[in-house]
């Protein structure tokens, strides 16, 4: 009973239907009387449940009551369900993937409150899709859509679904990659001819979800995502936040699916100029002719983190937290724009393991440590360019509450050696 399932409870109530709820904390179920619902275990109860709103975060096969949740499977739904039954005559753009799915959504919707549509970002970004209520009124909505959400959804739809792209994350809870493929494929499911769907060509997983479009027999019209085809447009963004390649390749979607909104060139071209990116996202918090320092707090894998490795020279890199079930880290193509690693966190063995004999490095415990010694490293290159790149590829578990104060400290600490000087 979060925030997901609070909201449920707000719209269901406004149906008149009998709603019972629980959650093993036994705070939230003393905060749940409030709403004035029932609250008890469901479950042991004789009546008969019409339907089961999971929250995101549920595995059933594993938790205390898989058996009875797997019994009744068929009766499971989310919240983006609900969402689709309360929002049939709105348009709906949903956006998946494993990286740049909060920043996607961020774009189109500067792009199409240029345009001058009434627009609303929901969803996994932060605001829970039933906050938006039940509307009256006309309005295109942009959901961030998870594949813990997409997973036990039954009935719901999107106008124009976007997969950003796919690499291995959340294993630990679909056990393997192609499982992981199926469920964010599942975002094209239902639609109709009248819909679009998008596939970034470039990722190493397009055959397999093309596969499945094909052998769904999904019926909306399929656009392959590849930057080289809009190299025009992308030549006249003049917006730095463009120039990493990850970014690149949001930008592209987003102006995909404008063109199919019958937006203008240049109405788009005005939007993306004056796009901000979001805070811990490849976000520069400090720039001069020597230095770049970066907050990449958001970057909980290696694969997020590799498309700022990719991006920049220079860079010294701090790295660590608690990694990805089964995450793979490939220096190849990015080691010769590494000059020196800083470990922190508590799984220090993990990622000195991934970059012993590879890339030259410094465990560093914290994210002060690590701040000090690049300092102290950067004294013996004083008239070279550097960067500065906080990407974790982890998450922030073992020492922060989440990326976001993750982030803000690092920001903080940049903040106060760069004013200083």
Not at 101 to 117: D, H, N, R, W
Request: hydrophobic share 35%; with cysteine; glycine share 4%.
């Amino acid at each position: 009973m979060g925030t997901t399932g609070y909201s449920a409870v707000k719209i269901l109530k406004k149906l008149n239907g009998k709603i019972i709820c629980w959650d093993d904390n036994i705070k939230i179920r003393k905060d749940l009387k409030k709403l004035k619902v029932s609250v008890s275990k469901f479950w042991l109860r004789k009546e008969i449940i019409d339907f089961i709103v999971i929250s995101p975060g549920i595995d059933i096969n594993n938790c205390r009551i898989k058996k009875y949740l797997n019994k009744n499977i068929k009766k499971i739904i989310t919240d983006i369900d609900i969402f689709f039954e309360f929002n049939k005559k709105n348009t709906i753009i949903s956006v998946t993937g494993t990286n740049g799915k909060s920043t996607t959504c961020k774009i189109i919707e500067k792009i199409l409150k240029t345009a001058k549509y009434k627009v609303k970002t929901i969803g996994n970004i932060g605001t829970p899709v039933l906050s938006a209520g039940i509307q009256n009124k006309k309005k295109i909505f942009i959901l961030e859509v998870s594949s813990y959400q997409l997973q036990y959804s039954k009935q719901f739809k999107s106008n124009h679904a976007l997969i950003l792209n796919v690499s291995p994350d959340h294993l630990e809870r679909h056990k393997n990659i192609r499982n992981y493929i199926k469920i964010k494929s599942k975002i094209f499911f239902s639609q109709k001819k009248e819909d679009y769907s998008y596939i970034n060509l470039e990722n190493k997983y397009a055959k397999i979800i093309k596969n499945i479009y094909k052998s769904k027999k999904i019926k909306s019209k399929l656009f392959l995502i590849k930057k080289t085809n809009y190299e025009p447009i992308l030549k006249k963004i003049n917006n730095n936040y463009f120039k990493n390649q990850g970014n690149i390749e949001n930008l592209c979607f987003a102006y995909a699916l404008a063109k199919n909104l019958k937006i203008k060139n240049n109405t788009i071209i005005k939007a993306i100029n004056n796009f901000k990116g979001l805070p811990h996202r490849q976000e520069i918090i400090f720039s001069n002719k020597k230095m770049l320092c970066i907050n990449d707090s958001k970057a909980t894998s290696f694969d997020a983190t590799s498309q700022s490795l990719s991006s920049y020279k220079n860079i010294y890199w701090i790295v660590g937290g608690v990694p990805k079930y089964k995450d793979y880290f490939n220096f190849y193509k990015v080691k010769k724009n590494i000059v020196k690693t800083y470990i922190i966190g508590k799984n220090i063995s993990f990622f000195e393991k991934k970059v012993k004999n590879i890339i030259n490095y410094k465990i560093s415990h914290t994210l002060q440590n690590a701040l000090n010694n690049i300092y102290v490293d950067l004294e013996k290159v004083k008239n070279l360019h550097s960067t500065i790149l906080f990407s974790p590829a982890a998450a922030s578990f073992d020492q922060y509450d989440n990326f976001e104060t993750r982030g803000n400290f690092f920001r903080n600490i940049i903040f106060k050696k760069f004013n200083k000087n």
